[in-house]
């Protein structure tokens, strides 16, 4: 969504993707917080006319100083909320993180069933997958702090089943031109979770440090990049018997969870 509002002329998105300025409560995540008020700001000096500027930090949705500091500094903020089949988003995001070297677990199985003690500590919080699942908690938080006229929850089935309407809908939200039709293509994240190292030793290759300067980290971006595309192959699927696992063990929380934002999700119990 952050590479779709990007296109469209009346919203200005910050160049950076995950900012994660509002979030400094959140160990162990990836990439570099701007913890800098003033280097924040600036990430937005090249918007000038468009009616909304913004950014996207989707780990903002775990963090209660993030809501609070949003809804408390930024009160006329929109929010964008996008929810998955919690069995499909531990899943896509433990390939993820594997396929980015910071995810040494054996199986998908076994890093669902690590006790919570060794996925809360610093650097760890991204492998919390039932932590980052439980959105019920984190969504009526953030209705909490923002008011629900301020927040507006997309469903990922719905993007999949329909990437123009849901786009639409987003626009509609913001207030902006809602028949500008973006190129809807498919983000690195994404491709990223559909694929897998074929070592250990070439997934940390691949997350560690770029060397310094401009030519050097260029030459380290095109090794990376022959390396993931020569170096991977795709996934397997979700085992049935355990897909029906996480769907019991969640099926009370998406109840919750539907009845708190007006959807029907009983399809990601069955």
Not at 42 to 57: N, V
Not at 187 to 214: K, W
Not at 220 to 235: K, M, N
Request: proline share 8%.
């Amino acid at each position: 969504m952050h590479g779709y509002l990007g296109q469209h002329p009346q919203v200005y998105m910050s160049p950076r993707k995950e900012p994660l300025f509002f979030a400094p409560d959140l160990p162990g995540l990836p990439g570099d917080r701007i913890g800098d008020p003033d280097a924040y700001l600036a990430l937005f000096k090249g918007a000038t006319d468009q009616r909304r500027a913004g950014e996207a930090s989707p780990y903002y949705l775990y963090s209660p100083h993030a809501s609070d500091a949003i809804g408390r500094q930024c009160q006329d903020a929109r929010i964008i909320i996008m929810l998955r089949n919690p069995a499909d988003m531990m899943h896509s995001m433990y390939w993820a993180w594997s396929y980015a070297g910071f995810e040494d677990s054996p199986s998908f199985e076994a890093a669902i069933d690590r006790e919570p003690d060794q996925v809360s500590t610093e650097g760890r919080f991204i492998l919390n997958y039932r932590g980052l699942t439980r959105y019920y908690e984190h969504v009526q938080r953030y209705l909490g702090a923002c008011g629900g006229s301020r927040v507006h929850v997309i469903v990922f089935d719905d993007l999949v089943r329909d990437r123009s309407g849901t786009y639409r809908d987003v626009c509609q939200f913001l207030d902006v031109a809602v028949d500008f039709e973006p190129r809807l293509a498919l983000s690195p994240f994404h491709r990223a979770a559909s694929r897998q190292p074929l070592s250990r030793r070439l997934a940390h290759f691949l997350s560690s440090s770029a060397p310094s300067g401009f030519v050097g980290q260029r030459v380290a971006a095109l090794i990376r990049d022959a390396a993931r595309r020569w170096g991977s192959v795709p996934p397997p699927r979700l085992r049935p018997e355990l897909r029906r696992r996480i769907q019991r063990e969640y099926e009370p929380e998406v109840r919750r969870l539907g009845q708190l934002i007006g959807r029907d999700l009983s399809s990601w119990s069955r």
